[in-house]
């Protein structure tokens, strides 16, 4: 069996010229045979990519070797084969949609190593927040952690008031990687919070490395294994079925695309109303093809890898003739 890797990345960097960072990306991906998603933005890298331990390797070295992206922490999990069926290099404004009026790389809240976020976990002044959206934590989080129903972190400042109570604890935030921590604490120190920590590295580096102990379920990821096991010591289930109400934490989305409702539903469940939400979606005209995964390929946001490859091209032809 071959050797696999997922690694999970973020750095808050400014990057001059995000559409060049884009195409070198894409092609050292394409050459090194590694499939995922990068966001590039002005502000910064966010990836995860999977491919052979070896390959994996190469790219974390690639950009370790460039100064802007020296300091980037990776977690690293081992996996079966790709993670991923397709390789997306993307350009947008942020590294995670936010649109929160804060800037990481000038205050975020207090770093806090694994060990350190298991050592604080019994103080009673410690108050766990969740910063991922509502789909993400309904399948695992943290015992006692205050969640919000929110779709993604520019909801956030709705959700501010649900905490004001809280502005003399120790408000400790987390999410899948840390990169949503970086922000979200950030917006927190800008309204007044002062006792703002963050989780370093995530849902993620605690399993890795310290065994997830009081995490509750799964943690939800944006790659085809879609949640995967974090703790190792005292692990539960939490996520019910949204058919029959069974014990489940196998995320799908409704086989009907107008639909699309993203939830917990059971393989039996699953097989019976191939791969719908309920009777009406499994009866809808447009129902896709169930194929017992319950996950759907996303359309591409049209760029072009042979175009990014024929624009480093030509910048390498221009560099050799000015050299000359």
């Known amino acids: 069996?071959?050797?696999?890797?997922?690694?999970?990345?973020?750095?808050?960097?400014?990057?001059?010229?995000?559409?060049?960072?884009?195409?070198?990306?894409?092609?050292f991906c394409l050459e090194n045979d590694l499939l995922g998603r990068i966001i590039v933005a002005p502000e910064g890298l966010n990836g995860t990519v999977s491919g052979l331990a070896a390959d994996c390797e190469a790219y974390m070295g690639y950009l370790r070797n460039d100064p802007r992206f020296e300091k980037t922490q990776f977690k690293i999990e081992h996996y079966e084969g790709h993670a991923f069926k397709k390789l997306h290099v993307r350009v947008k404004n942020e590294i995670v949609n936010s649109s929160?009026?804060?800037?990481?790389?000038?205050?975020?809240?207090?770093?806090?190593?694994?060990?350190?976020?298991?050592?604080?976990?019994?103080?009673?002044?410690?108050?766990?927040?969740d910063m991922r959206s509502n789909y993400e934590h309904s399948v695992g989080r943290f015992k006692g952690a205050i969640s919000f129903d929110m779709e993604n972190l520019r909801e956030l400042p709705d959700h501010v008031a649900?905490?004001?109570?809280?502005?003399?604890?120790?408000?400790?935030?987390?999410?899948?990687?840390?990169?949503?921590?970086?922000?979200?604490?950030?917006?927190?120190?800008?309204?007044?919070?002062?006792?703002?920590?963050?989780?370093?590295?995530?849902?993620i580096r605690y399993g890795l490395e310290v065994g997830g102990?009081?995490?509750?379920?799964?943690?939800?990821?944006?790659?085809?294994?879609?949640?995967?096991?974090?703790?190792?010591?005292?692990?539960?289930?939490?996520?019910?079925?949204?058919?029959?109400?069974?014990?489940?934490?196998?995320?799908?989305?409704?086989?009907?695309?107008?639909?699309n409702l993203h939830v917990p539903i059971c393989k039996e469940c699953?097989?019976?109303?191939?791969?719908?939400?309920?009777?009406?979606?499994?009866?809808?005209?447009?129902?896709?093809?169930?194929?017992?995964?319950?996950?759907?390929?996303?359309?591409s946001n049209h760029y072009n890898p042979?175009?990014?490859?024929?624009?480093?091209?030509?910048?390498?032809?221009k560099q050799q003739t000015i050299h000359e």
């Open 1 to 27: 069996m071959k050797d696999y890797r997922v690694i999970l990345y973020y750095i808050y960097v400014d990057i001059d010229d995000p559409d060049a960072c884009r195409d070198e990306q894409h092609l």
């Open 100 to 129: 929160l009026p804060v800037n990481p790389n000038l205050r975020t809240g207090t770093h806090l190593e694994p060990s350190e976020f298991k050592q604080m976990l019994d103080d009673p002044e410690v108050v766990l927040v």
């Open 162 to 203: 649900e905490i004001e109570h809280l502005r003399d604890k120790k408000i400790i935030t987390y999410c899948t990687g840390g990169i949503k921590c970086e922000k979200a604490s950030a917006y927190l120190l800008e309204r007044g919070f002062e006792n703002v920590y963050q989780l370093h590295g995530g849902i």
């Open 213 to 259: 102990e009081n995490f509750d379920g799964k943690c939800y990821v944006f790659d085809n294994r879609v949640a995967v096991e974090v703790n190792r010591v005292n692990p539960e289930v939490i996520a019910t079925c949204y058919v029959c109400a069974t014990a489940c934490d196998r995320m799908v989305n409704c086989a009907n695309p107008e639909c």
């Open 270 to 299: 699953g097989e019976k109303l191939e791969g719908a939400c309920s009777p009406a979606c499994q009866e809808h005209p447009a129902k896709r093809i169930y194929d017992g995964t319950g996950n759907y390929a996303t359309k």
């Open 306 to 317: 042979v175009q990014g490859f024929r624009s480093i091209k030509k910048q390498e032809i």
